[in-house]
């Protein structure tokens, strides 16, 4: 099994429920009512997450060639606005965004 990072989002779809009074959303798995993902969902997303940071870092450091004026930030919110345009497509949760890009930040500014 992978090590996920304390920091990688649990719940990336939170659901609400409308109503007066508190209510938790649930899945019955296997007889168990299951809030959130579980540990192999969560494995999955993880992987799924962590090879777009990859691809995304090494993407960064082909376009950076291509755009020499641009400052890190400015490249890297370029990307970030990529990204939020294809969440959806890609199935990712706004907190597995958030995630993806605090991780490309840093590895890209660990690797320039």
Same mark, same amino acid.
């Given at each position: =099994?992978? $090590?996920?990072? $304390?920091?990688?989002?649990?719940?990336?779809?939170?659901?609400?429920?409308? @109503?007066?009074?508190?209510?938790?959303? @649930?899945?019955?798995?296997?007889?168990?009512?299951?809030?959130?993902?579980?540990?192999?969902?969560?494995?999955?997303?993880?992987? =799924?997450?962590?090879?777009?940071?990859?691809?995304?870092?090494? +993407?960064?450091?082909?376009?950076?060639?291509q755009y020499p004026k641009w400052s890190a930030d400015r490249?890297?919110?370029?990307? @970030?606005?990529?990204?939020?345009?294809?969440?959806?497509? %890609?199935?990712?949760? $706004?907190? $597995?965004?958030? %995630?993806?890009?605090?991780?490309?930040?840093?590895? +890209?500014?660990?690797?320039?």
């Amino acid at each position: =099994m992978i $090590e996920i990072p $304390e920091d990688f989002p649990r719940d990336p779809f939170p659901t609400v429920v409308g @109503g007066t009074q508190p209510k938790l959303a @649930g899945r019955l798995i296997d007889g168990r009512l299951v809030i959130g993902l579980t540990a192999d969902e969560r494995a999955q997303r993880y992987a =799924m997450c962590h090879d777009l940071v990859v691809q995304l870092v090494a +993407y960064c450091h082909r376009k950076q060639p291509q755009y020499p004026k641009w400052s890190a930030d400015r490249l890297l919110t370029w990307v @970030g606005n990529g990204v939020r345009a294809k969440r959806t497509q %890609w199935a990712l949760g $706004e907190a $597995e965004v958030n %995630w993806i890009l605090d991780q490309v930040r840093s590895h +890209y500014a660990a690797r320039s």
